[in-house]
C-alpha cells in the first residue's frame, strides 16, 4: 500500500496564479514527520518544511503555505501567485521510526509543477 | 550551512568499468544516505550510515559498493554496472537517524550517471 499519495502528476498554471499540491498519507505510527522537497531540473532536493504528527499549525513562509490536517491525513502545499521559478517537482515524504532504530522517510511519487509567464 | 556536495557531476561509464562517486558534508551530520532516482520517480533508498557503519542495505546489488571512510565523507564504488543502473544518483546528510527530530535530510546535488 502506497504511504504517501500525490494524485497530481502535473500541474499547469500561468504566472501569478495560486496552486495547491495535494498529499494524503497513510501511517499507524502516533509520532511521525512529514516533509515536502523541491527538486529543479539541476536536480538537487531542495529541503522546504517539516511537521510533526503533534504539531497541526498550519504554517506559512512567504509565497508558500502549508496546511497539515491529521483528520483527513492530509499535508497540502499552497503555493501563492506562482512564478516561473517555481516550476520544478515537488515531492511530500513521510517518516516513521521502523524497526532497527531509524527514522527513514518515505516518498510520494512527486507532482510536475509547471508556471509559464 | 546546509550544504552536501557530490562529484562528478555527470559519469559516463562501461560495463566493465570501475568508478566511484563522492558526497561529502561539514554540517557534522552523523548520518549519511545513497539514494537512486530514475526519471520521473521518487528518489529510492540505497544505502544508510549511521556513525560510519552500515546500517541499512535495501538488498541493492553488489555492483554498489559504499563506503564511508570518515563522518564526513561518503563513497558509492561502481564495478560492472548495467544499463538499467543509469539515473540520478543522489547523497544526503542528516544529524541523525534514531530521532525524527533531527533527522531532516539534506541532499547534494546528485550525479547523473550512464552506463553504455
Known amino acids: 500500500a502506497q504511504k504517501v499519495t500525490q494524485a497530481q502528476t502535473e500541474i499547469s498554471v500561468v504566472e501569478k496564479e495560486d496552486v495547491t499540491l495535494d498529499c494524503v498519507y497513510e501511517?499507524?505510527?502516533?509520532?511521525?514527520?512529514l516533509f515536502w522537497y523541491k527538486q529543479p531540473p539541476s536536480g538537487e532536493l531542495v529541503f522546504l518544511i517539516r511537521?510533526?504528527?503533534?504539531?497541526?499549525q498550519n504554517e506559512i513562509s512567504g509565497r508558500y503555505s502549508w496546511n497539515f490536517q491529521k483528520s483527513t491525513s492530509s499535508f497540502n502545499f499552497t503555493i501563492t501567485a506562482s512564478q516561473v521559478v517555481d516550476s520544478a517537482v515537488y515531492f511530500c515524504?513521510?517518516?516513521?521510526?521502523?524497526?532497527?532504530?531509524?527514522?527513514?522517510?518515505?516518498f510520494g511519487r512527486g507532482t510536475s509543477l509547471i508556471v509559464h509567464p | 550551512d546546509t550544504e552536501v556536495t557530490q562529484t562528478p557531476k555527470h559519469l559516463v561509464m562501461g560495463m566493465t568499468n570501475k568508478k566511484s562517486l563522492k558526497c561529502e558534508q561539514h554540517?557534522?551530520?552523523?548520518?549519511m544516505y545513497w539514494y537512486k532516482q530514475k526519471a520521473k520517480k521518487p528518489p529510492e533508498l540505497m544505502f544508510v550510515?549511521?556513525?560510519?557503519?552500515?546500517?541499512i542495505n535495501e538488498s541493492v546489488p553488489s555492483r554498489f559498493s559504499p563506503e564511508c571512510p570518515n563522518s564526513s565523507l561518503l563513497n558509492l564504488h561502481l564495478h560492472a554496472l548495467q544499463p538499467e543502473d543509469s539515473a540520478l544518483y543522489l547523497c544526503?546528510?542528516?544529524?541523525?537517524?534514531?530521532?525524527?527530530?533531527?533527522?531532516?535530510?539534506?541532499f547534494g546535488p546528485g550525479t547523473r550517471l550512464t552506463v553504455l
Open positions: 501511517t499507524r505510527d502516533t509520532t511521525y514527520y
Open positions: 544526503a546528510s542528516s544529524q541523525d537517524r534514531s530521532s525524527g527530530s533531527l533527522d531532516t535530510q539534506y
Open positions: 554540517m557534522g551530520h552523523r548520518a
Open positions: 511537521r510533526n504528527s503533534f504539531d497541526e
Open positions: 515524504a513521510l517518516s516513521e521510526f521502523v524497526s532497527g532504530g531509524s527514522y527513514i522517510p518515505t
Open positions: 550510515y549511521s556513525y560510519e557503519k552500515l546500517s
